[in-house]
């Protein structure tokens, strides 16, 4: 069974950063391309970063780009998802979310992703 766990959630003021981990277990990860999403109440869930079952290959919004990176170590079955520069309009909550099938590019649409964690909460204050 696939089970992904985020942390790393907190309060943060604006212009500071926060690093969510992800830790995937229940089978290869190496082989799945892992993604993020944010969701606030009320609102669909919105894609915020994706990368490769290798890591070559990343894919952001442009709301993000070029202050979140996302990133994976295989060898610990983790991947992260560094915000940097963050705004009040960053606060949700933000899901980690991976690929039923394997070795598959890193796609924009929620509906791609077959498995989900729980959620961490980011809260920016102005």
């Known amino acids: 069974q696939v089970q992904l766990v985020e942390s790393g959630g907190g309060l943060v003021q604006a212009g500071g950063s926060l690093r969510l981990p992800c830790v995937a277990s229940g089978r290869t990860f190496s082989i799945y391309t892992m993604a993020w999403f944010r969701q606030i109440p009320g609102k669909e869930r919105e894609f915020v970063a994706a990368?490769?079952?290798?890591?070559?290959?990343?894919n952001y919004p442009d709301s993000v780009k070029g202050r979140f990176t996302i990133s994976r170590d295989n060898s610990k079955n983790t991947v992260y998802l560094q915000m940097n520069s963050l705004k009040p309009e960053d606060t949700a909550v933000y899901y980690c979310?991976?690929?039923?099938?394997?070795?598959?590019?890193?796609?924009?649409?929620?509906?791609?992703?077959?498995?989900w964690g729980q959620g961490t909460q980011v809260t920016v204050s102005s």
């Open positions: 979310a991976t690929k039923a099938r394997a070795l598959t590019l890193p796609t924009i649409s929620a509906s791609d992703y077959g498995y």
């Open positions: 990368i490769s079952w290798g890591g070559s290959t990343t």
